[in-house]
């Protein structure tokens, strides 16, 4: 058996790109396809469809839509890693399919979320038949473990058993349970190896990076892009601490408020457009009070978007 | 205003009719018109895409051809009350509004259960936008709370700004938290206004019937439909706490399973087919041993499903 070659993987650091849309609710292509656009300049990979995409508020057809939009848009679907882990196996294998098709670098897989307490047998199998069903050699799965949300962790059994049938195309993992521990554990047991840890916030970047990790996927990728992905490309210099103190500053800010809406918040006010501050029900967004109290703290921090007004 | 006419609402038993799987997993629309059938020849009404369903494990495309051929094989669809909530708005809608073409008597709908800790005014949002676009008047919504799986609780708070909103519309609750006390002050504060309230098993039905409520939606309806229709029908008779304890112990024999797949496993025994009891990841079917001691005890109860054997 060869060892697959591992040099065109995704690292670095990559954003759950916040969704836009209009006033009726509908994600709006266009300034989807631009923010996107935006985050690579910034050195940023593109996450879509991740959590803080508000992705699972979004059908397939409308998920689908949005990754084709995004590639006519002229973004190279190298740097894409959507999120396509669904309730249904047929949504996750109809989803994945499609990423594949458009030849996304890897999607994220969350676990099939709705039944709770289910067996790592039942999950192996579910991921298996997505990974049989889409049936493409290039496929590069990065499963999703954020229990806090979920509430259906991914055990480090199972990573051993995917990797084990699946060595070539189960490729890594995002992991948000915000559990350092347990990052360092997946570290320890399978980066060796080759599989690649992302943290799921910069708040542990630098710790999985001396860990052996590849990056981090984190909702404040959104709004602090440029400094997260230099922290990964600096990660051994001097400076590195203070890097992550200061990430962690910024990061603090925002995690006082929802997530969401305070991402769309920073976005719609640093970037100039009103409308970015529009949620999907069951989210609602910041009141007039809380983005005023978020912009307030971010402006004293000396905090700018660049690049990001039009 | 005048109180709208409440006499053709759906009461009594329904059952989250199990979804059966070809050995490719594809739902199989020729079993699924069949149990349905049989369901109602029992005097049960057709939850159909309940959790017990594994509703969340199919897409919203082949939730509407079952709805389809369900009503093309003859069931009055007066007797249905689909699950048609999803974690997107849009499947919750276009899932919605074809429900109510066919003429569906009600629907059953979980509130987007991806994203925890959401607010009462974002759930309201997400039924009320539901409501607002299918704009049927014949709408009967039935909210689901189920905590235990959804994690997304619906509060009684909740309940009363919808009923205040949408007094015609929004009908009823069904109550899968296992806590009575909650059921009973779902009863006191609603049930006089002519909100019916469905236990969520047939454990609380006698207790349900006697503060008011309407009835009961229950997994084991799969199975034990005609007892527990009947204990509905006479909850008033002599004998109706001696019914109870009888259902309880048919009940407590499936509690002792994973309760989906010792649903399937019964139908695929006692209906003498056995590809029923496939299940879709992430559930695993029961292994041998559990099915023989699942039907083990069902006999020495002398339990049978009449008529199921065609």
């Not at 995704?10 to 923010?35: C, H, M, N, W």
């Not at 259906?152 to 058993?161: A, D, K, Q």
Request: aromatic residues 8%; hydrophobic residues 40%.
């Amino acid at each position: 058996m060869s060892t697959p070659d591992r040099s065109d993987r995704i690292k670095g650091v990559l954003s759950p790109v916040v969704t836009p849309f209009k006033a009726d609710l509908s994600p709006d292509p266009e300034r989807f396809v631009k923010q996107c656009r935006w985050l690579l300049s910034q050195d940023v990979g593109l996450a879509v469809f991740g959590t803080n995409s508000e992705a699972n508020s979004l059908s397939t057809e409308e998920k689908i839509e949005l990754l084709d939009r995004v590639v006519a848009g002229g973004v190279d679907p190298g740097r894409l890693m959507p999120g396509t882990g669904c309730c249904a196996l047929t949504d996750s294998v109809r989803l994945t399919a499609h990423a594949m098709k458009l030849g996304a670098g890897g999607v994220l897989m969350l676990p099939p979320f709705y039944y709770k307490g289910v067996s790592d047998d039942g999950l192996f199998r579910s991921f298996a038949e997505v990974i049989e069903r889409v049936g493409d050699r290039r496929l590069r799965l990065y499963v999703y473990h954020i229990p806090p949300v979920s509430q259906v962790p991914i055990t480090l059994g199972l990573i051993e058993r995917l990797l084990r049938a699946y060595p070539d195309v189960v490729a890594g993992v995002k992991d948000s349970g915000g559990d350092w521990k347990n990052t360092k554990a997946m570290l320890d047991a399978f980066a060796a190896g080759g599989f690649d840890v992302f943290a799921g916030s910069e708040t542990f970047l630098l710790a999985n990076m001396r860990g052996g990790g590849a990056g981090c996927i984190s909702a404040t990728a959104n709004v602090n892009p440029a400094a997260i992905a230099r922290l990964h490309d600096t990660w051994k210099s001097a400076d590195a601490d203070a890097q992550q103190t200061r990430l962690d500053v910024i990061r603090g800010i925002f995690a006082k408020f929802p997530m969401i809406p305070a991402l769309k918040a920073a976005v719609a006010h640093y970037g100039g457009e009103s409308s970015w501050a529009t949620v999907r029900p069951p989210l609602v967004a910041l009141t007039r009070e809380q983005r005023s109290a978020l912009t307030t703290e971010l402006d004293g921090q000396g905090f700018t978007m660049p690049g990001l007004r039009s």
